[in-house]
């Protein structure tokens, strides 16, 4: 291979334009609703808390034209084409419901759920609703792992047998903060974890052995883990999740004829190698979007899907959401995490 192929993504301008609704205006929704205004042509024209003025100061930020002292009133806002539920862990079944059974279509923050039986719940009520449904798992619309993808389909990398990934961001531990608090979906594995196991699925599928250790916060929730999972077709894959150090973020595919590796956060835009016999390529963003302002291309792309009919994403389905949360309740499981 003389060259790596071209990203296969929605443009960031010049698509179909979504009115937007905001639930939860944290420090998530900042920074999506900053790069979406400034790389995209999507728009948020309201924003909900449970806080009237936080709402209004939000909005007054980002140019948002409501705001909303209810979530209730934001979803029956019949100038809102799709909410993204941007609170704790703990409220996106309640609030991804709220929206579904409004008729909005909705973007969840990643995780989708607490666990995978609320993660069904979601699923099952956005396709008896017809709304389109996708958990925002970010990192997948990026060009960067489109590339990887087609990779993946054309056997570049030959029989894949090893995934490894180390991510690990360092939480300063308080039992009330959303990182350790239980009540509030806490743990490592739900908030970084999630994205190493992510990649290993992306990878590879769903796992057929799982075998985890870890460390637990005084609060119960997991505050370091690492699991091996195992696959039907003879391949492994490492995970390394942890709040209490940060790493690189380092992750790699390892197959008989080629690998990629990422040096730098793969959660973020960042380029990677593909190593083989014929020797290295490195593949780097074109885009100048970098760190969280490439929450955009999610936007974007969900965009392009609600117009193009779909109801569930063709790369993250609710079933690759769902399969993914099984890992993460079993490796929660092995830990004892609350």
């Known amino acids: 291979m003389n060259s790596l192929p071209s990203p296969h993504v929605t443009p960031l301008r010049g698509g179909p334009i979504l009115r937007w609704g905001v639930l ?9 609703v900053s790069t979406m205004h400034r790389n995209t042509d999507q728009r948020v024209h309201a924003v909900a808390s449970r806080s009237t003025e936080r ?24 100038d809102i084409d799709v909410v993204y539920v941007a609170a704790p862990h703990s409220e996106h079944r309640a609030l991804a ?51 990887v993808a087609q990779l993946l389909h054309d056997g570049t990398l030959g029989d894949i047998k090893l995934v490894a990934v180390n991510l690990g961001w360092q939480f300063p ?40 250790s870890g460390i637990l916060a005084p609060t119960g929730v997991d505050a370091q883990a690492i699991a091996t999972l195992g696959f039907d077709n003879a391949a492994q894959s490492t995970i390394t999740t942890s709040f209490l150090i940060s790493t690189p973020g380092g992750a790699s595919i390892h197959g008989t004829d080629a690998s990629i590796r990422y040096d730098a956060d793969f959660v973020f835009p960042a380029p990677f190698v593909l190593s083989s016999k014929a020797g ?23 965009a392009q899907l609600v117009s193009d009919g779909r109801t569930e994403s063709p790369v993250h389905s609710l079933d690759d959401s769902i399969s993914l949360m099984r890992t993460i309740d079993e490796v929660r499981s092995q830990l004892g995490a609350r």
């Open 24 to 32: 939860a205006p944290g420090a998530i929704a900042q920074d999506f």
């Open 55 to 78: 709402a209004a100061a939000f909005a007054a930020t980002h140019g948002i034209p409501r705001s909303y002292g209810s979530y209730d009133q934001l979803v029956a806002d019949p």
């Open 97 to 147: 419901l709220l929206a579904i059974a409004a008729g909005k279509h909705v973007l969840i923050e990643k995780p989708i759920a607490l666990n995978a039986a609320e993660a069904i719940e979601i699923a099952d009520a956005a396709r008896s609703a017809g709304v389109f449904a996708m958990e925002a798992m970010w990192t997948r619309y990026l060009p960067q792992s489109d590339v």
């Open 173 to 212: 531990y308080d039992p009330t903060s959303r990182g350790f608090d239980p009540a509030l979906g806490g743990g490592a594995m739900l908030d970084a974890g999630v994205y190493s196991l992510w990649f290993s699925q992306f990878v590879l599928g769903a796992p057929s052995r799982v075998v985890a």
């Open 280 to 302: 290295d390529l490195t593949w780097r963003d074109e885009s100048g979007l970098t760190g969280r302002d490439g929450l955009a291309w999610e936007a974007v792309a969900l």
